[in-house]
């Protein structure tokens, strides 16, 4: 097994099948293997999404790097490979063979991120991985990526990854076990012997387990009378696209048969190894057949989630649009439409930096606790675990609580028609509500994608150090006729308030008197190229202008931030990818 150039494994295992208890040996010592680290679960060679594992009767799972390091220096006597064949495509997995005892696998090789991180903390496995492409394009010649989650069912933190890193420069050799065979479309228990040691594989149904969790949280009555027009309210027109993502099969038992949209509701449902040539980002550029529908149709919500659902967008009528950043602060000054906070309480609110500062206005005003954090939900996995967050949200259309420990584009979806059921008002109309309330925080993020890095990382270094010289502070940028003196500069950096951990260098900002900020990070998530971006925020707390077009507010503040930059001159471009 190795991994081309561009990161995608490649395999060559033979296939062969021996009765119901299938036993396999190891064999086939190679040396300089690929793989992520001795202790990995499970691998599938889809663009979609994965699955997960876990140890039976070892030990308490430990979220600790240093005990990362011990199991993993544990099972060290070897590291075995093998496929699990299904109709829909060959899994491939490697992992330490005498710590792992079973695998639990969704049917059809297939579970969206939010389902991932569900099924972790509701078996209590001690980790599980996903291999997906996530928002980016996916296929054979676009994008592939491999995700870890720690037990509690979120992205493993930085001490866990170093970790994984460092023990894959110890490895010398694997063992496959080619004879491995599990029928993926079969929900149930699977036997097998592996060099005479018993090896289950369980095939979960893939929606079962999340869509009983969701029924904790929401009112699945007062939804399903919205949509269907229930206690004499006329029908919620919705459309919601799941991308030819992963959320298809969550999309159409969730809405059509347990809420009763109807069937033309959802549309793009059928997972695809490529996304059928989209690139599944829920925004207004790579889903724009949704928003010319809703522009053109009579739907009430519309809604979008990235290819491995943990990412969504949402529009009301005649596609209005919700930047992820109120959005977010929307949901949080209703949760009492929400059953599951009328429970558990709400205990803090957080956002990612460059995320615009609509949340923080509901949590002053509610008296809650409020986190800012690196990029990176991995961060908002300590707060929850203290008890110290309930609800949390990026700018890069994320949002979810802590019903989980990741991010959740249907959670949203459903938040929101909570929100409209328990109110009995239109998105539009809860917006301009919550804006009258807390003001608004205009916001817009500039996406320069696949740039050469060098010139890139140049500009980036003179920023840090334009935000280090203490004489920006006090400086005054205008456009327009409008001014912006800056109040403060930086490079952020966050200090975890649970564990101590630092994060430094997280983005370049530069806040303005006004409370602007902008906010610059180069990014490297795709296949090829660099991508820049370029955040910023504005809020207004005048109702004459709180309804104006959000770049006819901003466009002073960036072209200040274009000038200041120079990043028009270091990109070579003139116009930003995308937009939102």
Known sequence: MRA????????????????????????????????????????????????????????????????????????????????????????????????????????????????VSSIIRKYKTDGGIVLTASHNPGGPDADFGIKFNTSNGGPAPDGVTNHIYDLTQKITEYHLV???????SAIGKQAFKVDGRDFEVEILDSVADYLAHMKEIFDFHAIKNLLTGGGGRPPLKILVNSMHGVTGPYVEKIFCEELGASGDSIVNTTPLEDFGGLHPDPNLTYAADLVNAME????????????????????????????????????AANLECIPYFQKTGVKGYARSMPTAAAVDRVAAKTGKEFFEVPTGWKYFGNLMDAGRLSLCGEESFGTGSDHIREKDGLWAVLAWLSILAHTNKSVDEILRHHWSTYGRNFFTRYDYENCDAAPCNKMMA??????????????????????????????????????????EKQGIRIIFEDGSRIVFRLSGTGSSGATVRLYIDSFEDDPSKQNLPAQEMLKPLVEVSLSLSQLREYTGRQEPTVIT
């Open 4 to 115: 081309d150039p561009r990161g995608r494994l490649r395999s060559r295992l033979n296939r062969s099948r021996k009765g119901h208890e299938k036993t396999a040996s190891a064999s086939s010592k190679l040396p300089r293997p690929y793989i992520p680290s001795p202790f990995v679960f499970l691998c599938i060679s889809v663009a979609l999404e994965g699955t997960h594992a876990f140890r039976e009767g070892v030990h308490e799972a430990d979220r600790r790097p240093e005990a990362w390091h011990q199991r993993a220096e544990e099972g060290r006597q070897g590291v075995y490979a093998g496929t699990l064949h299904g109709e829909f495509r060959p899994m491939h997995f490697v992992f330490p063979w005498r710590e792992v005892k079973k695998l639990l696998v969704g049917q059809n090789g297939i579970l969206s991120t939010p389902a």
């Open 178 to 184: 080619p004879a491995l065979h599990c029928d993926l």
């Open 296 to 331: 053109t149709g009579d739907y009430g919500l519309g809604a979008a989630f990235d290819g491995d659902g943990d990412r969504n967008m949402i529009l009301g009528y005649k596609a209005f649009f919700v930047t992820p950043s109120d959005s977010l602060a929307v949901i």
């Open 462 to 503: 003179n920023l840090d150090a334009m935000v280090s010289d203490a004489s920006l502070v006090g400086r005054t940028f205008s456009h327009g006729g409008k001014e912006f003196k800056v109040a403060k500069a930086d490079n952020f950096e966050y200090k975890d308030p649970i564990d101590g951990s630092v994060a």
